[in-house]
Nanobody, 115 residues
Framework: QVQLVESGGGLVQAGGSLRLSCAASESTFGIYAMGWYRQAPGKQRELVAT???????NYADSAKGRFTISRDIAKNTVSLQMNSLKPEDTAVYYC?????????WGQGTLVTVSS
């Protein structure tokens, strides 16, 4: 089964940028959805941005205009460029991949945005 490893989290000031990366342990062939979710303290996990069937993208309203999801199929990676970060973006960010046969999550990477 595919394993996902996230990287790129850290501490940044409000208005700054971070780039998260999610590396799959093997080919993402057969995965029809892959993207990013986040969970802030005391809140439910929520969608940030994801690729869906056919290569389309879906963004949360809070991410539109500030975050950009991209992928490198040859390297089995999905990245999230986050600009104009706000304190409310502080959360653990998780990568998720879904195929016909499985759903897998990464271990998460912490993003902290200071005001």
């Amino acid at each position: 089964q595919v394993q996902l490893v996230e990287s790129g989290g850290g501490l940044v000031q409000a208005g700054g940028s971070l780039r998260l990366s999610c590396a799959a342990s093997e080919s993402t062939f057969g995965i029809y959805a892959m993207g990013w979710y986040r969970q802030a303290p005391g809140k439910q996990r929520e969608l940030v941005a994801t690729f869906t069937r056919g290569g389309n993208t879906n963004y949360a309203d809070s991410a539109k205009g500030r975050f950009t999801i991209s992928r490198d199929i040859a390297k089995n990676t999905v990245s999230l460029q986050m600009n104009s970060l706000k304190p409310e973006d502080t959360a653990v960010y998780y990568c998720r991949a879904v195929s016909v046969n499985f759903e897998v999550w990464g271990q998460g990477t912490l993003v902290t945005v200071s005001s």
